[in-house]
């Protein structure tokens, strides 16, 4: 059985950061391509930020110069780290793993609540 579980999340202040983690099991890390999500209240869940299994990323506009994304494949864990965080950058932050063999899989997170606030 696969599973992702997010960790980190919490409440900061506008201009800090903090550190995502997305730990899976049940399948093979290294051939799976990740990706962060989040959904704001009232809105549609939005792509942050994606990296491939060859390590290849990608970002939404409005993360470019703040977020990083990364990947430690021998503990099985993506990170999203999110610097100079904004009020709008608060919402619940999904992980998402997609394997493609004949077919696409793709798997979700619990979800994780980040909070910007003063």
């Known amino acids: 059985q696969v599973q992702l579980v997010e960790s980190g999340g919490g409440l900061v202040q506008p201009g800090g950061s903090l550190r995502l983690s997305c730990t899976t099991s049940g399948i093979t890390f290294s051939v799976i391509d990740m990706g962060w999500y989040r959904q704001a209240p009232g809105k549609e869940r939005e792509l942050v930020a994606s990296i491939t299994r060859g390590g290849s990323t990608n970002y939404a506009d409005s993360v470019k110069g703040r977020f990083t994304i990364s990947r430690e494949n021998a503990k099985n864990t993506v990170y999203l780290q999110m610097n100079s965080l904004k009020l709008e950058d608060t919402a619940v932050y999904y992980c998402?793993?997609?394997?493609?063999?004949?077919?696409?899989?793709?798997?979700w997170g619990q979800g994780t609540q980040v909070t910007v606030s003063s």
């Open positions: 998402n793993a997609v394997y493609t063999y004949l077919r696409t899989y793709s798997y």
